[in-house]
């Protein structure tokens, strides 16, 4: 069964930096390329980042380009998200997402949330 | 980058069939059949229902359909039931931004 689990969110001043990671399971985990999605409260979806299966590869929202960095550690299948220079802006719950070659999410993750308060 | 436009929200009742638009451009919609679909309740992650404009994923009901013309893609939804009442969105490959969402439609069922 695919799993994927999200952990890291909480609360954070404005300017601060968060870590996000998301444990996956049940599936070879470097053959997929990961996004990270987000949810501002009340509002839509919206795409963050791209890493490839490999980890060789990383795509941005412009929101969040110079602020955020994904990566991945194939051998611990997980992957993760350094946020910082936080704004209010970026207060949302964060999915991961495994992306299938044309371009559609078929698993998500249950969702972390991030709140960035002073 | 604008996000694909959907209706704020649609309604029907129980048995009846709705659609739902989703407009981009050549660049996105227009551009490439990678359009998807997922449905999504209050508190929870979205699921999948439509990838590919028409392919519907494994368990997913049959009264799910997918479709686009031009610039615009269609989920319809036949023979409405309670349950199908959630947060609709649309999602595209894009060259700009390799994935964008529509801005989410609330279906009610009256």
């Known amino acids: 069964e695919v799993q994927l689990v999200e952990s890291g969110g909480g609360l954070v001043q404005p300017g601060g930096s968060l870590t996000l990671s998301c444990a996956a399971s049940g599936f070879p985990f470097s053959s997929y390329a990961m996004h990270w999605v987000r949810q501002p409260p009340g509002k839509g979806l919206e795409y963050v980042s791209t890493i490839t299966g490999n980890g060789g590869t990383t795509y941005y929202a412009e929101s969040v380009k110079g602020r955020f960095t994904i990566s991945r550690d194939n051998s611990k299948n997980t992957l993760y998200l350094q946020m910082g220079s936080l704004r209010a802006e970026d207060m949302a719950v964060y999915y991961c997402?495994?992306?299938?070659?044309?371009?559609?999410?078929?698993?998500w993750g249950q969702g972390t949330l991030v709140t960035v308060s002073s | 980058q604008s996000a694909l436009t959907q209706p704020a929200s649609v309604s029907g009742s129980p048995g009846q069939s709705i659609t739902i638009s989703c407009t981009g451009t050549?660049?996105?919609?227009?551009?490439?059949?990678?359009v998807s679909w997922y449905q999504q309740y209050p508190g929870k992650a979205p699921k999948l229902m439509i990838y590919e404009v028409s392919n519907r994923p494994s368990g997913v009901s049959n009264r799910f359909s997918g479709s686009k013309s031009g610039n615009t893609a269609s989920l319809t939804i036949s023979g409405l039931q309670a349950e199908d009442e959630a947060d609709y969105y649309c999602?595209?490959?894009?060259?700009?931004?390799?994935?964008?969402f529509g801005g989410g439609t609330r279906l009610t069922v009256l």
């Open positions: 997402a495994r992306r299938r070659s044309t371009y559609f999410y078929d698993y």
């Open positions: 999602s595209s490959y894009t060259t700009r931004i390799t994935v964008l």
């Open positions: 050549s660049s996105d919609v227009g551009g490439y059949n990678y």
